[in-house]
């Protein structure tokens, strides 16, 4: 017998916009209903963002004893007991999942129904025995691992983010075939906790990002032992002899086999909304199935709005909170707020970090905006010298009346110094705002600050300048 209910919302996926939406709208006195078909908290706690983050930790902790002759130390380093580095990264996803569980999303209120949901209607969804009747419904089933249609690849085992994280025993050849940030990230794990990695990428590594960044990154996991092979395309996979697989590159120099014990597919990722039944519910989709989503996130059912991966932006669980916020002021408070994904920033969480904020250097040129470079190396930043972390910079695009337009920050922390530019791309400041803060010595904030200053430079030392402090010093 199904169970019938009314309630204000009805959100479909307990991820990080699904989570936000119920989180925010049950504790300003919603009622919601929330549908989960497998474990809560989605792709980022489960096989996203913080797995992969713990298991970087764990590859830079190795990476950091491996090199302590830098500080003077010498220690030893013992081959990494993959049993033991998947319960670390088991133990942290454990440590953060009560903040998603049922019970403490029932705490708010929240009937949360552990089912696979499907429309019914305009405005009603069922799942697990409920037909849950909403005022309004939020589609936040984000996305999942794409695989190309490559010859034989479905005819090996291969591992994606819903897997390798997985693995009891460490993989003795890791071959990665895509170089976006979780093919990077990844590659960079396993090579630091022992593992051989070759990475191949049809492109360029990190091919969204500043190619200056991206080569600052590519040198480091060349440092760390990754084979990188780019701009070439895997052919076919099939099962290797003495390689559990193989794959055939279409290099340079022809067809070629590189063979491996793993192969991880990280080759971006697709939404997908089967067996939601959107028809039920009058949802359009575009020709490449992805929703029709206007600004305010409504889809063609102006009661039913999308959050997160599945709303088709960009693919990121900040960007997902930011949306249950813009559903949260349309439907509870009826506000026309609109998303904005023009200043979200995004980082690649390697060593070193690379961080983007705003349009990139070529982005810029592209559109044909007048702008101005500032930079500012790691390697003129005290703390950097002290921590011996030298490699990086931060680049800053100005447009000709100084205000901040994009930046990009390649190095340790890059991804909590790209807020101070976010901040200040946000509040549409000049680049005096920056350069005139205070900012503590010694910390990796004042390589931006120095390269705000660097903006000044050319005025405050010119022979002008010399000229009036040499005219008004006669009157000291
Ligand atoms: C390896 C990896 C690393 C990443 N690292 C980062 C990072 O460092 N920083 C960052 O910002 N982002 C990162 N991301 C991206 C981030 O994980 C996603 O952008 C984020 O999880 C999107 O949240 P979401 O709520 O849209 O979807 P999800 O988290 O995918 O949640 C969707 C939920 O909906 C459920 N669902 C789907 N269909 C139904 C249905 N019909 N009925 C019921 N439930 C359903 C699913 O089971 C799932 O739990 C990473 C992603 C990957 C894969």
Known sequence: MT??????LCVIGAGAGGLSVAAGASQMGATVALFERGVMGGDCLNVGCVPSKALLAAGHAAHHARTGHRFGLDMSVAPADWHRVREHVRSVIAAIAPMDSVERYE?????????????????????????????????????????????????????????????????????VLGGGAIGTELAQAHARLGCKVTLVEAARLLGAEDPEAAEVVRLSLQRDGVTIREGISV???????????????????????????????????????????????????????????????????????????????????????????????????????????????????????????GPTEAELRESGTRFEVLRWAYAENDRAQAERALDGFTKALLA?????????????????????????????????????????????????????????????????????????????
């Open 235 to 357: 052919k076919a996979v099939a099962r290797g002899d003495a390689d559990a697989v193989a794959l055939t590159l279409d290099g340079p120099d022809g067809a070629e086999t590189v063979g491996g014990s793993h192969l991880l597919v990280a080759a971006g990722r697709k939404v997908t909304f089967e067996g939601l039944d959107l028809d039920r519910a009058g949802i359009e989709t575009d020709k490449r199935g992805r929703l029709v989503v206007d600004a305010r996130l409504r889809t063609s059912n102006r009661r039913v709005f999308a959050v997160g991966d599945a709303a088709g932006g960009p693919q990121f669980t900040h960007v997902a909170g930011a949306h249950a916020g813009v559903v949260i002021k349309n439907t509870l408070f009826r506000l026309p707020a609109k998303a904005d994904h023009s200043g979200v920033p995004r980082v690649t969480y390697s060593a070193p970090e690379l961080a983007q904020v």
């Open 107 to 175: 705490g708010f209120g929240v009937r949360v129904i552990q089912a696979d949901a499907r429309f019914v209607g305009a405005r009603e969804v069922e799942g697990g025995g409920v037909r849950v009747k909403a005022k309004f419904v939020v589609i936040a089933t984000g996305s999942a691992p794409s695989v190309p249609p490559i010859p034989g690849l479905a005819d090996v085992p291969y591992l994606t983010n819903e897997s390798v994280f997985e693995l009891d025993s460490r993989p003795e050849h890791l071959l």
């Open 400 to 476: 000709p009346n100084g205000r901040i337009l994009g930046a990009t920050v390649v190095g340790e922390a890059a991804g909590e110094l790209i807020s101070v530019w976010g901040l200040a791309i946000a509040q549409r400041l000049k680049i005096g705002a920056l350069a005139g803060l205070t900012v503590p010595y010694p910390t990796r904030t004042e390589v931006i600050r120095r390269a705000a200053g660097s903006w000044y430079v050319p005025k405050l030392f010119s022979d002008r300048t010399k000229a009036v402090v040499r005219f008004l010093m006669r009157f000291a």
């Open 3 to 8: 169970e019938a209910i009314d309630v204000d």
